[in-house]
């Protein structure tokens, strides 16, 4: 399983809010390619591009930002972050 679960964090939430980006933690073996086509095929959506961190509680989070037509506030409420 690539996606663990989506982050709902203040900063994460701006960014959502001002970017069109949601935060994801990821598996840590997985290649940006890979959790891009996860995300598409998950959620049914079109992702424009991918950032990832290895913070320092050893988790793996993908910064998913998502193409125009798919507004990141709207996968978040069906996903119950908002």
């Known amino acids: 399983m690539i996606i663990k679960y989506p982050l709902s964090t203040e900063k994460a939430i701006r ?20 959790i891009k086509k996860a995300i598409e095929d998950a959620f049914s959506v079109k992702v424009k591009s991918i950032n990832t ?16 037509e798919t507004p990141a506030i709207d996968l978040a409420t069906k996903l119950g972050l908002m």
């Not at 980006?21 to 073996?29: A, M, S, T, Y």
């Open 15 to 34: 960014l959502m809010e001002s970017e069109n980006k949601l935060v994801f933690v990821v598996d840590d073996k997985a290649k940006k390619p890979e």
């Open 53 to 68: 961190l290895n913070d320092n509680k050893g988790r793996k989070k993908a910064y998913v930002r998502f193409a125009d």
